[in-house]
């Protein structure tokens, strides 16, 4: 499932220098504004400790992960709604993304300029965000405009649409963004055909300092992103893009001894990983034989035959049933033929909505 994350943030924030450790790839990370000026799209493995225990478990002759997208995006700058800098640019690459995680400098570096001088995070994420809100607000009075007349006139479809705009005018009028916003079932379908900006799910990335990592709560602008983060129901996660990029390159062991030395037990980049993941709702099942154990991804919510089709669209058309067990179960009766003896193996339909750690076994005829 091709769903990406955009990573954005102000000019310096240590974005490229993030983007750099998540994907391996050299991007350019130079100390100056719109070092990246295309986006750049990396695609990551979702650390997964199920994944292991089953290679561990049953000893397959090839381990395959699932995969995320992470975008780099250039750097923003106050204005960009009104194309100031690259701003139509980044809003653009923004746009075509399924959530924003935002980096915000929390960190104090005399040799990094800060591109309005002095370090203030949520002066950073205000600035960020209104670009977005203005940008969004600009979509929606665009719309209106072009409704009005149509509304006026009775059509049935454009006073319902109107209706929605109307609901979206005054809270993007008032800098706050559209997720803000409850909609019903058929609102939302309204609402999804204008890729707002601001209806895109956000993490914030707190770039901290070496010496915060071990407590993060010692630095006074991560409290301040937190804060802030909590008042609008956004997650924050805490990580130091300087050190992660030192991670990539070692090998398990050294990866941990460091780690243990800056007194983590998880890397920031993995921890960044997992919430984006979740944050867009998708979930993950496995398929587990000697040839080969797989992760595979799925959106919250789908059902068998939608699972299948995702390893083959013909699993899907052909769909019968999915032979089903969970990956706890696995572990807690030690194989597949304890699973059987205990009953735990199940013959899943067209209509069972799959669950996170599911290990399935399609049937299906074309």
């Known amino acids: 499932m091709a769903l990406t994350a955009g990573i954005v943030g102000l000019p310096n924030v240590g974005k490229s220098t993030l983007f750099n450790a998540i994907t391996n790839a050299q991007v350019e990370a ?23 225990k089953l ?3 049953i000893e397959p002759k090839k381990t395959v992960p699932t995969t995320f997208e992470f975008t780099d995006i250039a750097g923003l700058v106050r204005g960009a709604s009104r194309g100031e800098g690259l701003g139509n ?7 075509e993304t399924d959530a924003i995680c935002e980096v915000v400098r929390c960190f104090r570096d005399k040799d990094v300029t800060h591109v309005d001088g002095d ?18 607000l600009e979509t929606v009075e665009k719309r209106i405009g072009r ?19 109307e609901k979206l005018k005054p809270v993007l009028e008032a800098n706050k963004p559209a997720r803000s916003i409850e ?5 939302m379908l309204i609402v999804k055909q204008y890729t707002l900006l601001t209806m895109k799910p956000l993490i914030y990335v707190a770039n901290l300092g070496e010496e915060d990592l071990e407590d993060p709560m010692q630095n006074p602008y991560y409290v301040q992103v937190l804060d802030f983060a909590k008042e609008e129901g956004s997650d924050v996660v805490p990580i130091c893009a300087k050190i992660e990029a030192e991670l990539v390159g070692m090998d398990k062991e050294e990866k941990d001894m460091f780690m243990q030395d800056l007194g983590i037990e998880e890397s920031g980049l993995d921890k960044l990983i997992k919430e984006a993941y979740s944050l867009l709702g998708l979930r993950t099942y496995f398929t587990a034989g000697v040839q080969e154990v797989r992760a595979w991804t799925f959106k919250e919510g789908m059902t068998a035959p939608e699972m299948a089709g995702i390893i083959h669209s013909d699993f899907q058309r052909g769909f019968i049933k999915a032979e089903t067990y969970s990956f706890d179960d696995l572990v807690k009766y030690g194989s597949e033929h304890a699973l059987k003896e205990a009953g735990k193996i199940r013959q899943e339909g067209k209509q069972y909505v799959g669950q996170d750690g599911d290990i399935m076994l399609f049937k299906f005829n074309v």
């Open 183 to 187: 909609f019903d079932k058929e609102e």
């Open 30 to 52: 130079a100390n100056y504004p719109f070092a990246t000026i295309d986006p750049n799209v990396g695609v990551v493995e979702v650390p997964d400790y199920r994944l292991d």
């Open 119 to 136: 370090v203030d995070p949520i002066r950073d994420i205000e600035t960020i965000n209104l670009e977005l809100i203005m940008a969004d």
């Open 89 to 95: 640019k980044f809003l653009g690459n923004i746009r």
């Open 147 to 165: 409704l009005e007349k149509k509304a006026k006139s009775g059509d049935k479809e454009a006073k319902a649409e109107m209706s929605v705009l």
């Open 55 to 57: 290679t561990e478990m």
